[in-house]
């Protein structure tokens, strides 16, 4: 089934009792009424708010959901958070109206059926539940034993928006993390909910992608976070994706200045649309690859040295299943071109070189000269270290250190992208089950190959273990699949024809001496 967007049709509330009663579920804030397609039941569109962050409640933490007894739709999407345009999610609209989830699962009776709640990426800035990508109906078909959750959460300058150095900001101390704290109250959602849909509140597990997966990596490092999941699956994202509050303020004092505000009053007359519009100017991902906006290091929600927590145990109760793309940054490559690419990437190097000292600036350097190739390899190359690589490992790294479990993996299948390789998010159509949906990779992938991933990701959210037997893997053979550890640092390799276990030594995933001291920096 290929995933469609479609018009935006907003849910109803249902007052005539024409309803199918057999798709009707009972929740908290009201009965929700899903679709039926083929096997796989559908509920779109569900809000887990009292109240949708707008008007006064704009950089507001988001409000509980109240007890409802009124019946309806969830038959349509929600649309997705404000941001500058270019990302798939928008293409039925957005809104500061977006606190929304999407369930789905397969017609049958089964109780207690683990839950994987998916978190979308989009560097913090764009993204959204609406993208085709994240339809999980082909998932459900092929996976029946779980139920998948995808959830909302404010993005750019409504989510991640430092204001409490204002002369107005006190009354806004939360504005900086506010999409985290949507994530958090979605998934209370879950865990008071989901039992009438079939699925284990206590068997929850957390899934993303790039900021998502940072995302999924930081939840873990908020306290009273732990009682809503259990695991994690992060794909090419880590704690390094958080700026301090200096970087924060930095980015939000400069917005306010295009814009012409002194105070946060003057920020709520803006509209959303005029936000937009200078972001994208300004810091918009598909406009100039900013990649500024991200959580912040605050020390009220998020640790100050979130590699400290991790190191300390502060989410060895979880279990990890994470891991990252052989060629990283070659999907900004591919997207920029190669003369944006390389100014980008000279001034976004020059400006992490101000951070280093003189030897570390040396270490970059040898680094960079090391690798031969066209002009924009070895930039590529650093980028990839800094941003995803170096960090997925190190979290691997303290996550075990602490007693802590963390099934680690590194992604070798290129598409038919030259410039593109085994880039980053180029997976999404591998564990979303749409090969369909190939533009951004050039092509499918090896079905079996593709089906096996999926297994394990599911058999990890079943029992916190993605290794599969023979007869459960989908080619017969089975697929031990190694924990990190600390001698031997095994990996699962995930290349298209040969899944295999094998030692970072022998794969060189990270420079230990010249990338790695670099995640002590972050990603701004």
């Not at 007359?269 to 100039?288: H, I, N, P, R």
């Not at 997207?335 to 570390?360: F, I, M």
């Not at 031969?372 to 990839?384: C, E, I, N």
Request: hydrophobic share 35%; net charge negative.
């Amino acid at each position: 089934m290929k995933a469609n967007m479609g018009q935006y049709v907003e849910n109803q509330k249902i007052t005539d009792g024409n309803y199918v009663k057999s798709l009707a579920v009972k929740c908290v804030n009201g009965t929700f009424v899903g679709k039926k397609e083929e096997n796989i039941i559908s509920y779109k569109g569900i809000p887990f708010v009292g109240q949708q962050p707008v008007g006064n409640l704009r950089w507001k933490a988001p409000v509980d959901v109240t007890p409802d007894d009124g019946i309806y739709e969830a038959y349509n999407y929600g649309k997705a958070p404000v941001q500058a345009l270019g990302d798939p999610a928008v293409e039925i609209g957005m809104s500061e109206n977006c606190l929304y989830l999407n369930i789905w699962h397969v017609d049958d009776a089964a109780k207690k059926k683990p839950v994987i709640v998916w978190i979308y990426g989009g560097a913090f800035d764009v993204g959204g539940t609406t993208d085709p990508q994240y339809d999980c109906h082909n998932f459900i078909q092929e996976n029946p034993d779980v139920i998948v959750v995808t959830i909302t959460y404010r993005v750019s300058f409504f989510g991640f928006f430092h204001l409490s150095h204002l002369p107005d900001g006190k009354d806004y101390p939360d504005a900086q993390n506010l999409g985290l704290l949507d994530q958090i109250k979605a998934l209370k959602w879950v865990h008071e909910n989901i039992a009438g849909f079939g699925g284990d509140p206590d068997n929850v597990t957390i899934w993303g992608e790039s900021a998502g997966a940072a995302s999924c990596t930081l939840l873990s490092l908020i306290k009273g976070s732990h009682q809503y999941f259990k695991r994690v699956i992060a794909q090419s994202g880590a704690p390094a994706q958080m700026r301090s509050p200096e970087q924060a303020i930095e980015v939000t004092n400069k917005v306010m200045e295009a814009l012409g505000c002194k105070t946060v009053a003057d920020l709520l007359k803006v509209s959303a649309e005029k936000f937009a519009d200078t972001w994208a100017q300004m810091y918009g991902l598909y406009q100039v690859l900013g990649i500024r906006t991200m959580p912040e290091r605050d020390g009220i929600y998020l640790p100050l040295n979130p590699w400290e927590a991790y190191a300390n145990g502060a989410a060895k109760d979880i279990e990890f299943l994470q891991g990252c793309n052989k060629d990283e940054m070659n999907t900004f490559l591919g997207a920029l071109g190669v003369d944006a690419w390389n100014a980008w990437a000279s001034e976004r190097k020059a400006g992490k070189l101000t951070q280093l000292t003189d030897k570390e600036k040396a270490l970059v350097e040898s680094y960079c000269n090391d690798i031969q190739g066209m002009s924009y390899d070895a930039t590529v190359r650093l980028f990839s270290q800094i941003m995803f690589i170096a960090p997925q490992i190190r979290l691997s790294e303290e996550q075990t250190k602490a007693g802590g479990k963390s099934y680690t993996y590194y992604y070798r299948v290129e598409s038919s992208q030259p410039l593109i390789k085994a880039g980053h998010a180029s997976e999404l159509s591998v564990v979303f089950a749409h090969p369909e949906l190939n533009e951004f990779t050039g092509r499918a992938y090896d079905e079996t190959f593709c089906k096996t991933v999926r297994k394990m990701w599911v058999q990890f959210a079943k029992t916190g273990n993605p290794s599969l037997s023979a007869t459960e893997s989908p080619d017969g053979k089975a697929k031990e699949w190694p924990l990190y550890d600390l001698k031997d640092k095994q990996v699962m390799v995930l290349d298209e024809h040969d899944i295999h276990p094998a030692k970072e030594s022998e794969l060189k995933i990270v420079d230990w001496e010249r990338t790695y001291f670099l995640t002590n920096y972050y990603m701004p």
